[in-house]
């Protein structure tokens, strides 16, 4: 925490993979992960990570819920670029006595029970990957929610009390596609059919054009409510 402003100040020119050469090296290629759901921002971090270090830590949440495309993605970019992919997964117990109790579709029924889904196959097992880092970094944008607005490129992440690195914190969507295209990454198809963030398929649909980015997630709920518990950090709600 006390190196925040401190880092603000040394990274603020940076370009994306300056920040990433700069985050490697402050934190150690062991202490420093990229959390990556296989969105095109975070596969473009990825694609300079790659470049800069040949064993990068980048690990993924597998829910047990995810879209067959999702997996498609993870496995064409493991053949790319020839690299170690963490996948972490939930608890079985907690989600086998989550699932017992309430079904395995809680989430439409409450809020509440959406929440601890989401805590119970997500954030704990996020929580349990980040205990072994330092610094972790994510391909959040601003213009991904109203949530995203007040989100630096470096955080103080307080419920972790780790560094939170977010790169690509000030592009644009059509920015980040721009970079898929120019240099051929893989990305998910359902991309291709109007899902413009993707997470756990019950819990995803496609969207309008000019729809809000994360109007497709949750879509059932209030827009107070849409995050997972995963990027709210600042107040960490879950
Ligand atoms: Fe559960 Fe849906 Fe959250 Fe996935 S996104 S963890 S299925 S509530």
Redesign the pocket.
């Known amino acids: 925490m006390e190196k925040l402003e401190q880092y603000r100040n040394e990274t603020e020119v940076m370009n994306v993979p300056e920040i990433i050469k700069w985050a490697l090296n402050e934190f150690g290629t062991k202490k420093i992960a990229l959390a990556s759901a296989f969105g095109p921002e975070s596969q473009y971090i990825l694609s300079e990570m790659v470049i800069i270090n040949e064993k990068p830590r980048i690990f993924t949440i597998d ?4 879209f067959q495309e999702t997996y498609n993605v993870i496995q064409e970019t493991i053949s790319k670029y020839n690299v170690a992919i963490e996948v972490h997964l ?1 608890d079985s117990r907690e989600v086998a006595d989550m699932t017992s109790k309430f079904g395995p579709n ?2 439409y029924d409450s809020v509440e ?10 954030v704990q097992t996020l929580n349990r990957v980040l205990s072994t880092v330092d610094a972790w970094m994510s391909g959040l944008r601003r213009g991904q929610s109203e949530t995203r607005d007040n989100v630096h490129r470096i955080e103080w992440d307080i419920s972790h009390k780790i560094y939170k690195i977010n790169p690509m914190i000030n592009w644009s969507e059509e920015q980040v596609w721009a970079k898929i295209k120019e240099h051929n990454i893989p990305y998910n198809r359902l991309a291709d059919y109007g899902y413009r963030s993707i ?6 649909r496609a969207i309008g054009r000019f729809e809000d980015m994360r109007a497709g ?2 879509w059932w709920e209030s827009e107070d409510y849409k995050e ?1 518990g995963i990027h709210g950090n600042l107040d960490y709600q879950i």
């Open positions: 829910t047990g819920r995810l939930p809680l989430f029970n959406r929440k601890l889904c989401c805590k119970v196959r997500k997470g756990c398929t019950p819990c995803t997630r949750w997972c």
